[in-house]
């Protein structure tokens, strides 16, 4: 029993002018030129990760698994340099945008003539257009066996219709009809042999064939859908049957060019096979759900339980820092933004939290010690006034400052020497400085009030007009002069009469311009 032969790629220019077929000569085959169409196919518009490749005149398909890897057939790549390639993405393969190719991996086993382990992964050289989401190979632990016969796949390619035409997307379903994984390979039919690896179905009511290759067959599993197989060979018409290269056997073939397995560190769901980053390392699910973590020590990758204490946080750090306690997230205490400095305002932001804004400059700060001085505000910082000088030059009294009342100026103990000075020695008394004997500044003079400043020397002040300074005399601008109204008699003074004969008055005139003249250099009049 032997097989047909690939689904090999189609020779596009050809195809697109006379709707021939014909085959890579790099796969050593000789296939000829046939005209039988896919049958039963529709448009697909839900694959935008399925692919046209382009390579010479060839034409292939193949699924874009990583955000920049495409998965395809061993024999649409095997001999091919990456510049031979161009990645064509969109339903039509005539108007698709283009990428180009960086590196180019065949399975290193892969068998051109036995159709044996046809497989080979493209890395892209730009990135994918935007909106383009990747699909996942099925992994091994998920893989395609013997209880999948019978199952529903998904088949998508951008090989020949009905009509004649290619370049296309195009989705029929199948269901799975055969699993071979014995190393000897397995009978498909009449007269037809799977290759080792491989998965295939009936194509009686229609199916894949030449520029399909290379294309998915989709497999859901709970709900997910990967690519479970690689479009690889059929029969020389795509009549009876098609096969594909079983996924989920090159696991590591895969990995080890593209990463991202589960555990790996990644930063976006596109470094992951499995589509999802969760907490910093490709999980086997998007792990979303509040005290679940897939970064837990020894179990990587696995979506598990978070430890009590773990961070469950709901982005809002005003509210305070949530925790998890027996898988259930338990809230946090509120943030207290008091700073207890009076020169900024303080408020929560819930992606910052605590913030602190500088009040206006100048803004009082009083610390209530009124010693150091009146305290204002300067770039949010309470600054120190000027210190309050509590000296007031006097000896006799002790100065010091209270915060609470500010410069008290205290007489010292009366007698304290308060130094010597223009009067001689000197002492305290009730806070003033005094000479220890004022007599030295006595004038005998009635009319003048007599006192000693330490600094300044005697002083006679004028008392007041009116002031009586004698019997029958009174002080007239520091005068002591004789009183009008008054006159001498027996008993004394006697005020009332005027004094009598013109020569007394004239006597007293005399008197008194004597006494001025006397006085001139030492009488101080008080105002």
Excluded at 23 to 41: E, K, Q, S, W, Y
Excluded at 142 to 157: A, F, P, R, T, W
Excluded at 493 to 516: D, E, Q, R, T
Aim: charged share 15%.
């Amino acid at each position: 029993m032997g097989r047909s032969g690939l689904f090999c790629s189609v020779t596009f220019s050809v195809l697109l002018m006379m709707g021939n077929l014909a085959c890579n000569p790099d796969t050593d085959l000789n296939l000829g030129v046939h005209h039988f169409p896919i049958i039963n196919g529709s448009p697909d518009y839900e694959h935008d990760s399925v692919v046209a490749i382009l390579f010479g005149d060839y034409l292939c398909s193949g699924t874009l698994i990583t955000h920049d890897v495409v998965l395809t057939a061993g024999h649409c790549a095997y001999g091919y340099q990456p510049s031979d390639f161009t990645v064509l993405f969109g339903t039509d393969a005539n108007a698709g945008i283009a990428r180009g190719v960086s590196e180019v991996r065949v399975h290193p086993q892969y068998d051109s003539y036995n159709i044996v382990n046809d497989l080979a992964l493209l890395r892209l050289s730009s990135a994918p257009p935007a909106g383009v989401d990747p699909i996942p190979f099925l992994p091994h632990s998920l893989g395609i066996d013997s209880s999948d016969v019978n199952k529903n796949l998904e088949y998508v390619g951008f090989g020949q219709t009905e009509t004649g035409s290619v370049g296309v997307r195009l989705t029929i379903d199948h269901a799975l009809d055969w699993v071979c994984t014995s190393p000897a390979g397995c009978t498909v039919g009449p007269g037809y042999g799977a290759s080792p690896n491989t998965i295939c179905s009936s194509q009686s009511t229609g199916g894949t064939c030449h520029g399909d290759s290379g294309g998915p067959a989709f497999v859901l599993r709970s709900g997910k859908e990967y690519v479970a197989g690689v479009t690889s060979y059929g029969d020389q018409n795509c009549l009876y049957f098609g096969c594909s290269t079983k996924v989920d056997e090159f696991e590591s073939f895969i990995v080890d060019f593209v990463g991202g397995t589960n555990g790996s560190v990644c930063s976006d769901p596109e470094d992951c096979l499995s589509g999802y980053c969760a907490d910093g390392v490709c999980c086997e699910s998007d792990c979303s759900e509040l005290c679940m973590t897939c970064n837990l020590a020894g179990s990587e990758g696995v979506c598990m339980p978070a430890p009590d204490g773990s961070s469950c946080s709901d982005g809002n750090l005003c509210n305070g820092q949530e925790t998890c306690s027996a898988q259930t997230c338990q809230a946090g205490q509120a943030l207290n933004c008091d700073d207890s400095n009076v020169c900024t305002m303080d408020g929560c932001e819930p992606d910052m939290g605590c913030v602190h804004e500088p009040v206006l400059d100048g803004t009082a700060c009083p610390d209530g010690n009124l010693c150091n001085g009146q305290e204002t505000c300067s770039a949010g910082v309470c600054v120190s006034g000027q210190a309050l000088t509590c000296d007031d030059g006097n000896d006799c009294t002790s100065d010091s400052c209270d915060p609470v009342s500010a410069c008290i100026n205290s007489p010292v103990a009366d007698g304290t020497p308060c130094g010597g000075g223009q009067c001689g020695s000197a002492s305290c008394h009730s806070g003033a400085c005094m000479p220890d004997d004022e007599s030295v500044c006595d004038d005998a003079d009635p009319c003048t009030e007599d006192s000693c400043s330490v600094q300044a020397g005697c002083m006679h002040d004028v008392v007041p007009n009116g002031t009586v300074c004698g019997g029958c005399r009174t002080c007239f601008n520091g005068l002591c002069i004789p009183d009008d109204d008054c006159e001498l008699t027996g008993d004394g003074c006697s005020c009332g009469g005027p004094l009598h004969g013109s020569h007394h008055a004239g006597l007293w005139v005399l008197l008194f311009f004597l006494l001025a003249v006397s006085r001139l250099g030492r009488i101080r009049i008080h105002p």
